[in-house]
């Protein structure tokens, strides 16, 4: 297994742990956290080293370029993959925006933060698939 998959499922898992943290905010308390709550910290600190790991991951992907594990997905898992960077991008930029407590639009950030993060799991979840496929 290359540093690439491995920074990858790791990557993807804390995208999966920082998902949970708000849900199960909401599930076990019937409304969002506070701006400053334990929750939304650990929400916060999971949420930027996941996108640290994710920003990382391309990166590590290039090293392994030519190796069989690095071209099976093909164009298919390195386009969902390049897809799901540029959302990352944007998501983490909202995420850092929701951090401010004098944010004045801030349900229509927090909807757009939630619409990049289910986008993300989307094109992770699709680019794993074609790695795992060979991209068929």
């Known amino acids: 297994m290359s540093l690439a998959s491995v920074s990858g499922w790791i990557a993807t898992s804390l995208m999966i742990g920082a998902a949970v943290v708000p849900v199960a905010q909401r599930l076990l308390r019937g409304k969002r956290a506070e ?26 992907a290039v090293f392994a370029l030519g190796s069989p594990e690095a071209v099976g997905g093909g164009v298919l898992a390195l386009g969902f ?16 925006k929701l951090r401010d407590p004098k944010l004045k639009k801030r349900p229509s950030s927090r909807r757009a933060h939630v619409a990049t993060a289910v986008t993300i ?16």
């Open 35 to 60: 701006l400053g709550s334990a929750s939304v910290t650990m929400h916060f600190l999971i949420g930027l080293t996941a996108a640290g790991l994710g920003f990382l991951h391309p990166l590590t």
């Open 81 to 96: 993959g390049g897809l799901a960077f540029v959302v990352l991008l944007a998501h983490t930029g909202l995420g850092l």
């Open 121 to 136: 799991l989307l094109l992770v979840g699709a680019h794993v698939v074609a790695c795992l496929t060979g991209g068929e």
